[in-house]
């Protein structure tokens, strides 16, 4: 079975600084993709950051990089020069395969809660 | 660009009612899943709405349903609520059932007593 594995409950970081916050997956399917969301205390999920199985170049977005390391089946989030407002809830998810085809069903982890200290 | 939105904010209900959510996915989206996030939890994908039809349903017992209007819009409705069913419910829409990237709604909150 499919499964994301996200193993810091909390980290904190000083605004300014980078952080890494740590994704593993399980897959045995060679095709999927990976997503990043960040949910603050307002509740709505926000898209991050995207990297499918078969992309060559680590996906950047702005301050959002991800860090894809197939063999090691990670794929982990860096946020460089952390601000105030980066604190929140971040989950890493993967797109599920399925016998049916193409889907757009996700996978969450349990999420890691960054807090960005001034 | 109009992007999803979710009705109500916030619900409370009580053991054996029966709620509706509703959702209005992104301008230029077709397609709307839904999602359970319960307390400290990551979301669980409840269903998949795609040109009416439920096209993929996740591990939710069928007091879980849902409807998709031609406007794209979507319901989920819930029976016979049970205490655990308690959890923020988002929405997420997007173009096409081909692994597309989901946009998410600012979600419900619904408590049951």
């Known amino acids: 079975a499919q499964k994301i594995t996200q193993t810091q409950p909390g980290m904190f970081v000083q605004e300014k600084e980078a952080v890494t916050l740590d994704c593993t997956y399980d897959?045995?399917?060679?095709?999927?993709?990976l997503f990043w969301y960040k949910q603050p205390s307002s509740g709505e999920m926000i898209f991050l950051i995207y990297q499918g199985s078969y992309d060559q170049q680590n996906a950047t977005e702005g301050r959002y990089s991800l860090n894809f390391q197939k063999a090691r089946k990670s794929a982990n989030l860096v946020i460089s020069a952390s601000q105030l407002g980066d604190s929140a809830m971040y989950f890493c998810?993967?797109?599920?395969?399925?016998?049916?085809?193409?889907?757009?069903?996700?996978?969450f982890g349990t999420g890691t809660l960054l807090a960005v200290q001034p | 660009d109009a992007g999803v939105t979710q009705s109500p904010t916030h619900l409370i209900k009580t053991r054996g009612q029966q709620v509706t959510l509703r959702c209005s996915p992104k301008?230029?989206?077709?397609?709307v899943s839904w999602y359970q996030q319960a307390l400290g939890q990551g979301p669980q994908f409840i269903f998949q709405?795609?040109?009416?039809?439920?096209?993929q349903r996740g591990n939710f017992p069928d007091r879980f349903s849902g409807h998709q209007f031609p406007n794209y819009s979507s319901e989920l409705n819930v029976n016979a609520l049970l205490l655990g069913d308690s959890a923020l419910y988002l929405c997420?829409?997007?173009?096409?059932?081909?692994?597309?990237?989901?946009?998410f709604g600012p979600g419900t909150r619904l408590l049951v007593l």
């Open positions: 897959t045995s399917d060679p095709s999927y993709g």
């Open positions: 997420a829409s997007s173009l096409g059932t081909q692994g597309e990237t989901q946009y």
């Open positions: 709405y795609y040109e009416e039809e439920e096209r």
């Open positions: 998810a993967m797109r599920e395969a399925w016998s049916g085809g193409a889907t757009n069903k996700l996978i």
């Open positions: 301008s230029g989206h077709d397609t």
